[in-house]
C-alpha cells in the first residue's frame, strides 16, 4: 500500500514502529501533491520547508506525532497566508495560530498545507473561489462540494492524510458525502473558533475530514474543548472519541425523520441511504420514525442568519488592516468602497447586501428577529426528536456531485445543496458523513454520503454509531482513479 494511502492511525503505527519517519511522510506527500493536485487544485499554498523542519523534530509518541493535516485557507496559522479564497486578503499573513492550530501542534500534528474554499466559505461547491475551482476526484468536470471542497478533495485523492475545514451550513458534511471521504461537524461549542475568519459566528465550527470514522476521533480528541479565547467554546469534559467505537448498536434507537426522505432526491441517493438503514437494523439498531416538522423552513432561516451575521463580520475587511487596499484614494470612504469593490467577490456582496437588508431598520422585525424565532422552532423540532431516538440518519445531499458549471448562475439552487445539513448549525447540533455507496452517472461512480446526526456534545456515540457502519461495510476503501 501506498504510504499516502494509510490513514491516521495507520500512519502513526508506522511512525511509531519507525518504518517511516516523520520526514519521509511529509515527503510522499509532496510527491503525491506534485502528482495529482494539477487535475484536483485542492491546494491554494503550501511550505514544503516548513513542514519538513517540523517534521525533523517531530515526536511520534504524541497523540498525532509526526502525521502532516492540511487546513482550509481560513484558520490562521502563523507566518502562513490565509486568503480565506478572497483576493481582499492577498498578502496577509498570519501573525498568530488559531487555537485548532495550537493544539494541533501541542500534539505532535504538522499544519501542512492550504485548501481552497468558495470565498470567504459561501458556497456549495468550491466554484466560489477567486482562485479557481476545485474538481472532485471521481469525476474531474464535478465539484467537489463546498465550501470545504479543498479540504475534501486532498483527502479524497490521498493528498493528505486527514485535513480541517470549517462548517456553517453544511461546509464540512456535504464535500465529504461528494467526495467520498468522511465529515464531521462537532456541536457547536465544541471547538474553539479563536482563529478561524468568522463567516456566520453562531454558526461556524471547526471540524476533521479524515478517511475513517476513528481519524475523525483521534482529531476531536485533540481539537476539542474550552478556550478562553472563544466565550462561546463551552467547558464540557472532553472523553476519548474512540473508547466507544467497536461496542455493538443493540438498543440503540435510530430515527428517519420524515421531511428527509423527500421528492425531489436523487432516486440513486435514496436508495442507498435507505439500504444503509436496513444495513443498521442487520446490525441490531432500531429504526423509529421520528418528525421534524420545521425543517422546510430551514433553508430561509439559514440565508437570512448567516447572511446577516457576515454582513457584521465582513466589515472589518476594509483595506487598513489586512490584505488589499484599493490604490490612490481620494479619502477614507472611496478607500474602503473600491477596496471591498475590488477585493469581494459576486457570492460575497449578494451576501453582505443581503444581510445588511435584514438587519436594516423596518426589516430587522420581519426578517431578523422572526428567523431567530423560527429557529428556536427548529431546535426544538431536535431536542424533541432526540426523546425517541439517540441518532438521526438521512442522505448528507439530495444529490451526488453536479457538473462543474451546473449552478453558478442560479445562487437559489446552489443554496438548496445544502437542505438537509443547515438545520444542524441552525439548532447547535453534532453531524457526521461517511459514504454509503456510488451513483453510477454518466458511466462514472459518484460517492453518496449518510449523514448522521447527534445530540449536542454527543460525538462519541455519533461516531460509534458511524464507526459500526464503516466497520461493516466496504465503501470508505474505494479509491477515486487518478492518473
Ligand atoms: N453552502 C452554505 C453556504 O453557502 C454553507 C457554507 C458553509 O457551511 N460554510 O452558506
Partial sequence: MELTSLSVAGLQQKLRAKEVSPADTVRALEARIAQVDPQIHGYLSRDFDAALKLAESADVSLPLGGVPIAIKDVINVTGEPCTAASKILLGYRSNYDATVIRKLRAAGAIPFGRTNLDEFAMGSSTENSAFGRTNNPWDTSRVPGGSSGGSAAVVASHEAFASLGSDTGGSIRQPAALCGCVGLKPTYGRVSRFGLIAFASSLDQIGPFTKTVRDAGLLLNVISGRDPQDSTSLDEPVPDYTAQLGRDLKGVRLGLPREYFIEGVDPQVDSAVRAAIKHYESLGAEIVDVSLPNTEHAVGVYYIIATAEASANLARFDGVRYGHRAPDPTGLLDQYGRTREEGFGPEVKRRIILGTYVLSSGYYDAYYLRAQKVRTLIRDDFTKAFEKCDAIVCPTSPEPAFKAGDRSDDPLKMYLADIF?????????????????????????????LQILGKPFGEAQLLQIADAYEQSTDWHNAQPTLA
Avoid at 438545520?423 to 461512480?445: E, K, M, T, W
Wanted: glycine fraction near 18%; charged fraction near 5%.
Fill in 421 to 449: 445539513t443547515i438545520a444542524a448549525n441552525l439548532a447547535g447540533i453534532c453531524g457526521i458523513s461517511v459514504p454509503c455507496g456510488f451513483a453510477n452517472v454518466d458511466g462514472r461512480q459518484l460517492p453518496i454520503g
